[in-house]
């Protein structure tokens, strides 16, 4: 059974609820130009307040080895997800030197795109759409044969959730879809799991 994701997890969210639906992954995002974006303090109040059980994924894009160093040595990220220019010696030096998970992040548009990620030395790879955070998908019939392990994510909702997950994918990936005007919405976190776990 696939895995659930929830990103973009801020310190306004209802992580109460949160640990009541226990998603396998929150994600919480560093990059500062991002709507979603959370202080080392904030991520800190957040990581000691969710369930332990619950993965603390740090999202970052071309971030400083400092900042991800010092989330990871706190404990308060258990993986690493880059969506930036990170190069494979990157990913590679991550891995040996804070001895934790790393998800590479893909855009793809065509299938040449996906062939390029595979080849990735990350743990995870995940798939999004080229503009990550637009709310659209891309053409998930360039992923059928990948056997490698992969977040999902890009234009994901309760319409096509079950289309999703007959890829077989790790995790599915969502931040949007469980909004509502920019923030967690319960009911839709709800749903997602019902359908996902039902």
């Keep these: 059974m696939s895995k659930i994701k929830f990103c973009g997890i801020k310190s306004d969210s209802d992580l109460d609820y949160i640990n009541q639906l226990a998603p396998d992954y929150i994600g919480m995002v560093f990059a500062p130009k991002s709507k979603r974006v959370v ?4 991520a800190k109040k957040i ?5 332990p059980e619950i993965t603390r ?9 400092s900042l991800i160093a010092k989330l990871v040595n706190n404990q308060v990220i258990q993986v690493i997800q880059l969506h930036g220019a990170e190069d494979e010696a990157t990913i ?4 040996q030197t804070l001895k934790v998970p790393v998800i590479k992040a893909f855009g793809i548009q065509t299938p040449d795109d996906v062939k390029k990620a595979i080849q990735s030395p990350a743990d995870y790879l995940l798939f999004d759409y080229k503009v990550a955070g637009s709310g659209k998908s891309f053409d998930w019939r360039y992923i059928r044969e ?3 392990e992969y977040f999902l994510a890009g234009g994901i909702n309760r319409e096509n959730l079950k289309e999703a997950l007959s890829l077989n994918p790790y995790a599915i990936d969502l931040s949007s879809a469980i909004e509502t005007n920019g923030r967690k919405d319960n009911q839709k976190m709800t749903t ?3 359908i996902m776990r039902g």
Excluded: C
């Design 47 to 51: 990581s000691q307040t969710l369930k």
């Design 92 to 95: 590679r030096h991550y891995q």
């Design 192 to 194: 997602i799991m019902n």
């Design 39 to 42: 202080t080392f303090e904030e």
């Design 57 to 65: 994924v740090g999202v970052f894009v071309d971030a400083p080895e």
């Design 146 to 148: 990948v056997k490698r």
